[in-house]
T-cell receptor, first 115, second 109 residues
């Protein structure tokens, strides 16, 4: 069973640009969550999607957005990039919605550098 | 809102010594607690979860609702346990998982 796949793995952008990151969950997983990981702030929850709907949202500005497609693949977009957006963006998928037995399976991440 | 606190950023022990990684949480409802681990150059992965009450790689963790803690313990640390450990909390019946800041464990030979 293929794991969670994130693309691109590395990218460099400049301030003011926008970026789109992609996540393909494990086959059959319908929930996709996104996290920002930085040395200073650790793992910060961005949002969670289930059945193409954003179900949970963290405390990030509106520049951070996402969506989920009917095949459960998800994208996140960051507009008007700032230096502080440099981070590893992690995607995680889980099988079902809200069962207590669900666990998150993480991708390798997309490392974004903003210059 | 739920909050997870891992008071130690760094923890260093010698091989064979006991290790305890602390995790405290604040949440008024019924939490689900997890420990995730990230070994060097590997993905973040689940180590254990409180509902399973299992021991993984010799690690155990007990949910103490009175003290709102979920400390991770191992009686005899091994060098291969060196990694970054994250405690995480998920609200019951919700997929919103929040992580602590993490503790970097180093097991010295």
């Amino acid at each position: 069973k293929a794991g969670v796949t994130q693309t691109p793995r590395y990218l460099i952008k400049t301030r003011g640009q926008q970026v789109t990151l992609s996540c393909s969950p494990i086959s059959g997983h319908r929930s996709v969550s996104w996290y920002q990981q930085t040395p200073g702030q650790g793992l910060q929850f961005l949002f969670e999607y289930f059945s193409e709907t954003q179900r949970n949202k963290g405390n990030f500005p509106g520049r951070f957005s996402g969506r989920q497609f009917s095949n459960s693949r998800s994208e996140m977009n960051v507009s008007t990039l700032e230096l502080g957006d440099s981070a590893l963006y992690l995607c995680a998928s889980s099988p079902e919605g809200r069962s207590g037995a669900n666990v998150l399976t993480f991708g390798a991440g997309s490392r974004l550098t903003v210059l | 809102a739920q909050r997870v606190t891992q008071p130690e950023k760094l923890l260093s022990v010698f091989k064979g010594a006991p290790v305890e990684l602390k995790c405290n949480y604040s949440y008024s409802g019924s939490p689900e607690l997890f420990w995730y681990v990230q070994y060097s150059r590997q993905r973040l992965q689940l180590l254990l979860r409180h509902i399973s009450r299992e021991s993984i790689k010799g690690f155990t963790a007990d949910l103490n609702k009175g003290e709102t803690s979920f400390h991770l313990k191992k009686p005899f640390a091994q060098e291969e346990d060196s990694a970054m450990y994250y405690c995480a909390l998920r609200r019951y019946n919700n997929n919103d998982m929040r992580f602590g800041a993490g503790t970097r464990l180093t097991v010295k030979p």
